[in-house]
């Protein structure tokens, strides 16, 4: 780990998003951008990238002049510091980078010890996957949380995804070993459009964001990109019958999806109501 400086912070929250297998469509990687952009974030610290980076997988980029190299910009995974204007929010913590290729535990440890050492008392995770999710239904962002609670006040889709994962997976578990509260935020990017950005998909990450942290985010100019981006894939659909059948396809599916959702949340209501005329029943009788 190399500091530059520690800063000075207001119940600072760390949140952390990953180039590569984690960032369909630079969805997440944009999002912490958004955030670094919008508050000034200042680089603070950064960690070896010899220890955690194979530079043929993320290669360093030459910059030239006149055909003389000027400087050689290497990867790395950063922490940058944002102090908020806000009088409520807390401020932020960025780590950003490629995702590793070498000892994920090993900077896991790391980046808990710089929450720790910076004051935070959370970590948010960013990641965006490719999905069967059409373009023109609303982003229906999955997670997972440490605090149960949170699950249904970001209104969260329960992932019950069980395979290979990410760097962001195993920091979000690390943290939940070290006893620090996490929260891992996933957006789906339609997978036929998959090329970057996404701007609905950072969207929807921003906007559980702010939900999560309480912040007032100003989400406007990224409100009118994500729906000029809809705009454009609609105008390249309309032109290719068979994509536009298969988008209506998943559209069905989407909607099926959302009735599921809503008679479970009925049958759980009818369950709850049930017990309790049960309960207060059984409290006559005796």
């Known amino acids: 780990m190399q500091w530059d400086s520690v ?13 590569g297998w984690n960032d369909g469509a630079d969805a997440a990687s944009d999002a912490l951008r958004w955030l670094s952009g919008r508050y000034g974030a200042v680089r603070f610290a950064s960690l070896d990238p ?3 980076i194979d530079f043929q997988a993320s290669r360093p980029l030459v910059e030239l002049s006149d ?11 950063r922490f940058e510091s944002a102090i908020l204007d806000s009088a409520n929010g807390p401020d932020l913590i960025l780590c950003t980078g490629p995702e590793p290729n070498l000892q994920w535990r090993g900077l896991c440890a790391d980046i808990i010890t710089v929450a720790r050492d910076t004051g935070c008392e959370s970590v948010v995770t960013f990641g965006a996957l490719l999905a069967d999710a059409p373009h023109t239904r609303p982003v229906r962002c999955t997670g997972a949380t440490t605090d149960p609670a949170d699950m249904d006040r970001l209104e969260l889709t329960r992932s019950h995804y069980a395979g290979p994962t990410g760097i962001t997976g195993v920091l979000h578990d690390a943290c939940r070993t070290a006893g620090m509260s996490s929260v891992s935020i996933w957006a789906p990017v339609p997978h036929y459009v998959a090329g970057p950005p996404n701007p609905p998909a950072t969207l929807a990450l921003l906007d559980r964001f702010a939900t999560f942290t309480g912040l007032d985010l100003d989400l406007r100019e990224l409100t009118v990109s994500a729906e000029a981006w809809r705009s454009r894939i609609d105008m390249t659909i309309s032109d290719d019958e068979d994509l536009a059948a298969y988008v209506r396809g998943l559209e069905e599916q989407a909607d099926d999806l959302e009735q599921l959702d809503h008679a479970d949340d009925v049958a759980t209501g009818d369950s709850i109501a049930e017990a309790f005329e049960e309960y207060l029943r059984d409290q006559t009788e005796g």
């Open 7 to 19: 800063p000075s912070l207001r119940n600072p929250v760390l949140v952390a998003a990953f180039t």
């Open 50 to 52: 010899e220890a955690h």
């Open 67 to 77: 055909g003389v190299t000027r400087k050689i910009h290497w990867p790395e995974i």
